[in-house]
Structures are given as C-alpha cells and as structure tokens.
C-alpha cells in the first residue's frame, strides 16, 4: 500500500461545484503540503501545515482551503471551481527527523469544466 | 526569496550513457537542502536524492549522483548507464530556511535505445 493515499485519483467537475481532494498517510510525518501542477511546469504550493494545529498558506492559496483532520490527514477544498484551477494536485509528507525530504502521493488530476 | 533554474527543456540521451541535468539556484538562506525528483508519464513524483548546504561530499544514490558546487551555486544531477525507464521530467527542488520546496520548471529526459 501507498504511503501517501490520494483520493480520487481522478475527477471531472463542473465550475461552481464545491469539490473535496483528500490525502492520507502512514509514514508517521508530522508535515503535509498540498501543491498544484500545471501542464509543463514545476509545482507550487497551495497550502502547508507542520502540525494539526498550523496552516499555512502557500504562493497560490487563493480560491482554495484546507482542513488538517488529524496528524495523518490533510485534505484540500475548492469551494467553487473554476476552469483554471483544472491541474495535477499532488499531496505530500516530510518529518524533520528525516532532513525534511517530502514524499509525495501519486496526485489527483483534477478537470473544471 | 528562492529561486530554482533549470534551463534545458529537453534532452535525449542514448542507452547506456551518461547524462547530466543542470539546475542553479539561488538563496541567501545560509542552510538549504537541493532535492532532485523524478516524474514519469504515469504523473507521480519519485524522490531521487537530496544534498544538504553543508554536506562535504556529494550526495550519491545508486546510479545517481548529485554534482554540488556550492559557490557557483550549482546541483547538477548526474544519471550514469542511462535505462530506458529513466525517461521522465526531471525536477531540481530547493527548501530553505522556511522548510517549504520550490521548484524548476524541469528537464525532459528521452532515453534512445
């Protein structure tokens, strides 16, 4: 199994609709990050919480949010999509004690139509 | 603010031989970490190797290596006996003092047989 669970894998939406990504983890990693992908480029991060109870916002949090559930979940919400928010979103982990390396999930491919 | 160059697009490499990647950066954050990420057509992100600021040697993992030349702020990544399966974009990532990522905009690997 996946050390850092991404759901869904893929998802169509219709601008306007509220759609949730949700990633899981088991590495134990106190630190989650959300970025986005888009087509030809490097990633940038959206949002970024080192404990259950920080949130921090990225370069590009505009038009989205997110929830630290637990130490092992961070999910992330578009409250109203829009088309150019159509992206690779990937999620990803890292713990200090590890130099901070950050493993990511496999991504979710998200299409606003 | 950190700033990660990575100025070849695209390269092709034949089977078997070496190539090399190059990405400068660009910091005045005394310690960072240089992080290479691999990213195949599937989409996912695979973590290569990571060089911190004040490692002494260059880092090495299996056939990668990681070419670090502090002053002329370099980290240029070396794949030795190129693979077909190493055909992917390629992504030299930078984190700071503020433990956050930024990334190049990749280089493209086609590996020829």
């Known amino acids: 199994d996946a050390d850092v669970t991404q759901t869904p894998r893929n998802r169509i939406t219709k601008t306007g609709k509220r759609i949730m990504l949700e990633c899981s983890q088991t590495?134990?990693?106190?630190?989650m990050y959300w970025y986005r992908q888009d087509p030809g480029l490097g990633l940038r991060l959206i949002y970024y919480?080192?404990?259950?109870?920080?949130?921090n916002k990225g370069e590009i949090s505009d038009g989205y949010s997110v929830s630290r559930q637990a130490q092992a979940k961070f999910s992330l919400s578009l409250e109203s999509a829009i088309p150019n928010q159509t992206a690779l979103y990937f999620c990803a982990t890292s713990d200090l004690r590890n130099k901070n390396i950050q493993y990511f999930g496999a991504g979710t491919r998200l299409s606003v139509l | 603010a950190q700033k990660i160059t990575q100025t070849q697009p695209g390269m092709f490499v034949q089977e078997k031989e070496a190539v090399t990647l190059d990405c400068t950066y660009d910091t005045s954050d005394p310690s960072y970490g240089l992080f290479w990420y691999k990213q195949p057509s599937s989409g996912e992100m695979i973590f290569l190797i990571y060089?911190?600021?004040?490692?002494?040697q260059n880092a090495t993992e299996g056939r990668y290596s990681l070419n670090f030349q502090k002053a002329r702020k370099s980290a240029n990544l070396v794949i030795s006996a190129s693979q077909l399966g190493d055909s992917a974009m390629y992504f030299c990532a930078m984190r700071g003092s503020d433990y956050k990522l930024s990334f190049g905009a990749g280089t493209t690997v086609t590996v020829r047989a």
């Open positions: 919480s080192f404990d259950v109870k920080d949130i």
């Open positions: 590495k134990g990693h106190d630190r």
């Open positions: 060089q911190g600021s004040y490692d002494q």
